[in-house]
């Protein structure tokens, strides 16, 4: 059985940081790429970063510099840290594995910059 499962999210002051991981299971972890999205009410979820299996990385323009994604093999886990964070970065983030043709999604995690 497929599983992302996402933590880390909050409610954070502009400026702070938040790590979020994403822990997966039931399929070749390793094998895919992996990714993180967002969505905002009101707004289309949109890709934020992503890190092949080879480690190759891409960033949304909106979060150059200031976020990063890893992933552990070892664990089966990706992670986002994000720092500067701004209110316009509150979204529910979702984590996604994909390997042509599968694509598994996770159930997202809320992440509110307010002060």
């Known amino acids: 059985q497929v599983q992302l499962v996402e933590s880390g999210g909050g409610l954070v002051q502009p400026g702070g940081s938040l790590r979020l991981s994403c822990a997966a299971s039931?399929?070749?972890?390793?094998?895919?790429?992996m990714s993180w999205y967002r969505q905002a009410p009101g707004n289309e979820r949109e890709l934020v970063a992503s890190?092949?299996?080879?480690?190759?990385?891409n960033y949304a323009d909106s979060v150059k510099g200031r976020f990063t994604i890893s992933r552990d093999n070892a664990k089966n886990t990706v992670y986002l840290q994000m720092n500067s964070l701004k209110p316009e970065d509150t979204a529910v983030y979702y984590c996604?594995?994909?390997?042509?043709?599968?694509?598994?999604w996770g159930q997202g995690t809320q992440v509110t910059v307010s002060s």
């Open positions: 996604k594995a994909w390997w042509y043709p599968a694509t598994y």
């Open positions: 890190i092949t299996p080879g480690g190759i990385r």
């Open positions: 039931g399929f070749t972890f390793s094998s895919y790429t």
